[in-house]
Protein backbone atom coordinates (compact mmCIF):
# COMPACT_ATOMS: atom_id res chain seq x y z
CA UNK A 1 0.00 0.00 0.00
CA UNK A 2 1.52 3.52 -0.50
CA UNK A 3 1.64 5.83 1.52
CA UNK A 4 -0.98 8.05 -0.45
CA UNK A 5 -3.74 5.72 -0.07
CA UNK A 6 -2.75 4.68 3.88
CA UNK A 7 -3.04 8.60 4.26
CA UNK A 8 -6.59 8.55 2.50
CA UNK A 9 -7.48 5.76 4.22
CA UNK A 10 -6.60 6.77 7.61
CA UNK A 11 -8.74 10.43 7.15
CA UNK A 12 -11.60 8.59 5.97
CA UNK A 13 -11.48 6.59 9.39
CA UNK A 14 -10.85 9.69 11.85
CA UNK A 15 -13.45 11.65 9.70
CA UNK A 16 -15.86 8.76 10.51
CA UNK A 17 -15.25 8.27 13.79
CA UNK A 18 -15.64 11.88 14.71
CA UNK A 19 -19.06 12.32 12.88
CA UNK A 20 -20.23 8.83 14.67
CA UNK A 21 -19.27 11.08 17.93
CA UNK A 22 -21.03 14.16 16.76
CA UNK A 23 -23.96 12.22 15.50
CA UNK A 24 -24.18 10.77 18.81
CA UNK A 25 -24.00 14.33 20.84
CA UNK A 26 -26.57 15.26 18.78
CA UNK A 27 -29.01 12.84 19.02
CA UNK A 28 -28.50 13.12 22.83
CA UNK A 29 -29.25 16.53 22.79
CA UNK A 30 -32.18 16.47 20.53
CA UNK A 31 -33.67 13.78 22.51
CA UNK A 32 -33.50 15.62 25.93
CA UNK A 33 -34.30 19.18 24.01
CA UNK A 34 -37.42 17.36 22.00
CA UNK A 35 -38.75 16.11 25.25
CA UNK A 36 -38.37 18.79 27.76
CA UNK A 37 -38.79 21.81 25.69
CA UNK A 38 -42.56 21.58 25.97
CA UNK A 39 -42.65 21.56 29.52
CA UNK A 40 -40.60 24.88 29.85
CA UNK A 41 -42.56 28.01 30.24
CA UNK A 42 -42.10 30.93 32.85
CA UNK A 43 -44.38 29.54 35.65
CA UNK A 44 -42.14 26.64 35.12
CA UNK A 45 -38.72 28.53 35.48
CA UNK A 46 -40.10 30.78 38.82
CA UNK A 47 -42.10 29.04 41.10
CA UNK A 48 -41.24 26.23 43.64
CA UNK A 49 -41.25 22.65 43.07
CA UNK A 50 -44.68 20.48 44.31
CA UNK A 51 -44.36 17.59 46.20
CA UNK A 52 -47.28 15.38 45.28
CA UNK A 53 -49.81 17.69 43.46
CA UNK A 54 -49.27 18.48 39.72
CA UNK A 55 -48.06 21.78 38.00
CA UNK A 56 -44.61 22.44 40.10
CA UNK A 57 -41.78 24.31 38.75
CA UNK A 58 -38.05 24.75 39.12
CA UNK A 59 -37.60 28.25 40.11
CA UNK A 60 -35.52 27.75 43.89
CA UNK A 61 -33.45 24.74 42.37
CA UNK A 62 -32.37 27.15 38.94
CA UNK A 63 -31.48 29.62 41.25
CA UNK A 64 -29.34 27.68 43.54
CA UNK A 65 -27.39 25.87 40.63
CA UNK A 66 -27.02 29.49 39.23
CA UNK A 67 -25.69 30.86 42.59
CA UNK A 68 -23.37 27.46 43.31
CA UNK A 69 -21.43 28.46 39.86
CA UNK A 70 -20.74 31.83 40.93
CA UNK A 71 -19.64 30.29 44.80
CA UNK A 72 -17.47 27.80 42.80
CA UNK A 73 -16.11 30.14 40.34
CA UNK A 74 -15.05 32.82 43.06
CA UNK A 75 -12.90 29.85 45.08
CA UNK A 76 -11.45 27.87 41.85
CA UNK A 77 -10.70 30.33 39.37
CA UNK A 78 -8.14 32.90 41.93
CA UNK A 79 -6.75 29.53 43.15
CA UNK A 80 -6.26 27.50 39.74
CA UNK A 81 -4.74 30.67 38.20
CA UNK A 82 -2.07 31.30 41.14
CA UNK A 83 -1.32 27.86 41.44
CA UNK A 84 -1.30 27.12 37.34
CA UNK A 85 1.19 30.76 37.19
CA UNK A 86 3.31 29.19 39.87
CA UNK A 87 3.98 26.10 38.42
CA UNK A 88 4.81 28.01 34.79
CA UNK A 89 6.74 30.68 36.01
CA UNK A 90 8.38 30.45 39.33
CA UNK A 91 8.48 26.80 40.20
CA UNK A 92 12.07 24.95 39.85
CA UNK A 93 12.44 21.49 37.97
CA UNK A 94 12.41 18.63 40.57
CA UNK A 95 10.98 15.86 42.55
CA UNK A 96 8.66 18.69 44.43
CA UNK A 97 7.40 19.98 41.78
CA UNK A 98 6.67 16.32 39.73
CA UNK A 99 5.19 15.98 43.45
CA UNK A 100 3.07 18.07 42.92
CA UNK A 101 1.86 17.78 39.28
CA UNK A 102 1.56 14.08 40.56
CA UNK A 103 -1.34 15.11 43.29
CA UNK A 104 -2.83 17.20 40.74
CA UNK A 105 -3.31 14.54 38.38
CA UNK A 106 -4.65 11.91 40.92
CA UNK A 107 -7.14 14.58 42.32
CA UNK A 108 -8.42 15.11 38.43
CA UNK A 109 -9.52 11.33 38.92
CA UNK A 110 -11.03 11.33 41.98
CA UNK A 111 -14.66 9.70 41.76
CA UNK A 112 -17.25 12.50 42.17
CA UNK A 113 -19.01 9.87 44.82
CA UNK A 114 -15.58 9.90 46.97
CA UNK A 115 -15.20 13.21 46.98
CA UNK A 116 -18.64 13.78 48.17
CA UNK A 117 -17.90 11.64 51.03
CA UNK A 118 -15.05 13.66 51.78
CA UNK A 119 -17.05 16.56 51.61
CA UNK A 120 -19.30 15.03 54.34
CA UNK A 121 -16.59 13.82 56.67
CA UNK A 122 -14.26 16.96 56.42
CA UNK A 123 -16.20 20.02 55.26
CA UNK A 124 -19.72 19.37 56.68
CA UNK A 125 -19.00 17.28 59.68
CA UNK A 126 -14.91 18.87 60.93
CA UNK A 127 -15.32 22.00 59.74
CA UNK A 128 -18.90 23.26 61.03
CA UNK A 129 -20.33 24.75 57.79
CA UNK A 130 -23.03 21.93 57.60
CA UNK A 131 -24.97 20.81 54.45
CA UNK A 132 -25.00 24.15 52.81
CA UNK A 133 -24.30 25.94 49.68
CA UNK A 134 -20.34 26.80 50.73
CA UNK A 135 -19.95 23.24 51.31
CA UNK A 136 -20.99 22.01 47.52
CA UNK A 137 -18.77 24.98 46.25
CA UNK A 138 -15.59 23.61 48.02
CA UNK A 139 -16.56 19.79 47.40
CA UNK A 140 -16.36 21.27 43.49
CA UNK A 141 -13.53 23.24 44.22
CA UNK A 142 -11.62 19.81 44.88
CA UNK A 143 -12.73 18.81 41.15
CA UNK A 144 -12.54 21.96 39.14
CA UNK A 145 -9.01 23.08 40.64
CA UNK A 146 -6.82 20.24 39.26
CA UNK A 147 -8.55 21.42 35.80
CA UNK A 148 -7.63 24.60 36.29
CA UNK A 149 -4.30 24.29 37.42
CA UNK A 150 -3.44 21.87 34.63
CA UNK A 151 -5.14 24.12 32.16
CA UNK A 152 -3.58 27.76 33.11
CA UNK A 153 0.14 26.39 33.10
CA UNK A 154 -0.87 24.65 29.76
CA UNK A 155 -1.85 28.26 28.50
CA UNK A 156 1.21 30.30 30.42
CA UNK A 157 3.43 27.70 28.48
CA UNK A 158 1.77 28.40 25.17
CA UNK A 159 3.34 31.99 24.85
CA UNK A 160 5.77 32.27 22.95
CA UNK A 161 9.54 32.81 25.00
CA UNK A 162 10.49 35.35 22.21
CA UNK A 163 7.46 37.46 23.52
CA UNK A 164 8.15 37.03 26.55
CA UNK A 165 11.97 37.90 26.59
CA UNK A 166 10.88 41.00 24.46
CA UNK A 167 9.26 42.31 27.06
CA UNK A 168 11.15 41.69 29.87
CA UNK A 169 14.34 43.03 27.82
CA UNK A 170 12.19 46.53 27.43
CA UNK A 171 12.69 46.46 31.10
CA UNK A 172 9.44 44.99 32.59
CA UNK A 173 9.38 43.39 35.50
CA UNK A 174 8.60 39.39 35.49
CA UNK A 175 4.98 39.90 37.21
CA UNK A 176 4.27 42.86 34.89
CA UNK A 177 5.23 40.61 32.27
CA UNK A 178 2.85 37.83 33.43
CA UNK A 179 -0.16 40.04 34.08
CA UNK A 180 -0.30 42.26 31.05
CA UNK A 181 1.23 39.79 28.81
CA UNK A 182 1.27 36.46 29.38
CA UNK A 183 -2.14 36.19 30.59
CA UNK A 184 -4.14 38.22 27.45
CA UNK A 185 -2.78 35.56 25.13
CA UNK A 186 -3.50 32.68 27.50
CA UNK A 187 -6.73 33.60 27.83
CA UNK A 188 -8.32 31.92 25.47
CA UNK A 189 -7.03 28.94 26.67
CA UNK A 190 -7.97 29.70 30.84
CA UNK A 191 -11.31 30.69 29.74
CA UNK A 192 -11.85 26.82 28.38
CA UNK A 193 -10.64 25.71 31.77
CA UNK A 194 -13.52 27.79 33.35
CA UNK A 195 -15.99 26.43 30.69
CA UNK A 196 -15.26 22.86 31.25
CA UNK A 197 -15.10 23.86 35.09
CA UNK A 198 -18.79 25.54 34.90
CA UNK A 199 -20.30 22.62 32.86
CA UNK A 200 -19.44 20.13 35.90
CA UNK A 201 -20.60 22.49 38.53
CA UNK A 202 -24.30 22.45 36.41
CA UNK A 203 -23.90 18.79 35.97
CA UNK A 204 -22.66 17.50 38.88
CA UNK A 205 -24.96 15.58 41.67
CA UNK A 206 -23.58 12.55 43.69
CA UNK A 207 -20.90 15.20 45.26
CA UNK A 208 -23.52 17.96 46.38
CA UNK A 209 -25.65 15.03 47.89
CA UNK A 210 -23.34 14.77 50.79
CA UNK A 211 -22.80 18.64 51.15
CA UNK A 212 -25.25 20.88 50.03
CA UNK A 213 -28.28 18.88 50.58
CA UNK A 214 -30.99 17.45 48.98
CA UNK A 215 -33.96 20.17 50.15
CA UNK A 216 -33.93 23.25 50.44
CA UNK A 217 -35.87 26.03 52.65
CA UNK A 218 -38.69 28.21 51.74
CA UNK A 219 -36.90 31.07 49.99
CA UNK A 220 -38.00 35.00 50.21
CA UNK A 221 -36.63 36.64 47.17
CA UNK A 222 -37.72 39.73 48.57
CA UNK A 223 -35.08 39.18 51.44
CA UNK A 224 -31.59 40.36 49.99
CA UNK A 225 -29.92 40.16 53.57
CA UNK A 226 -27.45 37.09 52.91
CA UNK A 227 -27.12 36.07 56.84
CA UNK A 228 -30.98 35.52 56.68
CA UNK A 229 -31.79 31.38 56.76
CA UNK A 230 -34.40 32.60 54.05
CA UNK A 231 -32.57 34.79 52.27
CA UNK A 232 -31.55 33.48 48.67
CA UNK A 233 -27.99 34.91 49.28
CA UNK A 234 -27.31 32.76 51.99
CA UNK A 235 -24.64 30.80 51.06
CA UNK A 236 -24.75 28.83 54.20
CA UNK A 237 -28.42 27.91 53.70
CA UNK A 238 -28.95 23.98 52.40
CA UNK A 239 -29.66 23.93 48.73
CA UNK A 240 -30.92 21.78 46.33
CA UNK A 241 -29.62 22.12 42.58
CA UNK A 242 -30.90 21.20 39.60
CA UNK A 243 -28.73 18.16 38.51
CA UNK A 244 -30.18 16.79 42.22
CA UNK A 245 -33.38 17.93 41.43
CA UNK A 246 -33.45 15.80 38.44
CA UNK A 247 -32.05 12.55 39.94
CA UNK A 248 -34.90 13.23 43.20
CA UNK A 249 -37.81 13.51 40.63
CA UNK A 250 -36.91 10.50 38.73
CA UNK A 251 -35.91 7.83 41.54
CA UNK A 252 -38.53 9.31 44.54
CA UNK A 253 -40.94 11.88 42.44
CA UNK A 254 -44.32 11.38 43.72
CA UNK A 255 -46.18 14.51 41.61
CA UNK A 256 -48.12 12.70 38.70
CA UNK A 257 -46.38 14.66 36.05
CA UNK A 258 -42.79 13.96 37.54
CA UNK A 259 -41.70 13.04 34.56
CA UNK A 260 -42.76 16.05 31.99
CA UNK A 261 -40.78 17.96 35.38
CA UNK A 262 -37.67 15.78 34.82
CA UNK A 263 -37.87 16.27 31.13
CA UNK A 264 -38.49 20.03 31.49
CA UNK A 265 -35.17 20.59 34.16
CA UNK A 266 -33.32 18.42 31.86
CA UNK A 267 -33.89 20.62 28.75
CA UNK A 268 -33.68 24.14 31.61
CA UNK A 269 -29.85 22.63 32.59
CA UNK A 270 -28.83 22.04 29.15
CA UNK A 271 -29.84 25.52 27.85
CA UNK A 272 -27.73 26.95 31.08
CA UNK A 273 -24.92 25.60 29.82
CA UNK A 274 -25.45 26.28 26.47
CA UNK A 275 -26.25 29.87 27.39
CA UNK A 276 -23.31 29.87 29.78
CA UNK A 277 -20.39 28.90 27.27
CA UNK A 278 -21.87 31.31 24.87
CA UNK A 279 -21.59 34.23 27.07
CA UNK A 280 -18.25 33.23 28.24
CA UNK A 281 -16.72 32.67 24.93
CA UNK A 282 -18.17 36.44 24.02
CA UNK A 283 -16.64 37.69 27.35
CA UNK A 284 -13.30 35.80 26.49
CA UNK A 285 -13.28 37.55 23.24
CA UNK A 286 -13.93 40.78 24.25
CA UNK A 287 -10.89 40.55 27.00
CA UNK A 288 -8.60 39.82 24.99
CA UNK A 289 -9.09 42.35 22.23
CA UNK A 290 -8.89 44.86 25.25
CA UNK A 291 -5.81 43.77 26.37
CA UNK A 292 -3.47 42.69 23.05
CA UNK A 293 -5.07 45.92 21.41
CA UNK A 294 -6.36 42.99 18.07
CA UNK A 295 -9.33 43.66 16.18
Do not use: C
Amino acid sequence: MSAKTADKIATAVIITLAGFIVLILAGLLGFILVRGLGHISFDFLTSPPETIKEGGGIGPQLFNSLFLLVLTLLITVPLGLGAGIYMSEYAKPGKVTDFIRLIVEVLSSFPSIVVGLFGLLVIVNVFGFGFSLFSGALALTVFNLPLMVRITEQGMRSVPVAQKEASLALGLSKWKTIRSIMLPIAMPIILTGTILAAGRVFGEAAALLFTAGMSSPRLDFTDWNPFSPMSPLNPFRPAETLAVHIWKINSEGLAPDAPEIAAGASAVLILTVLVFNLLARWLGRVMHKKFTATK
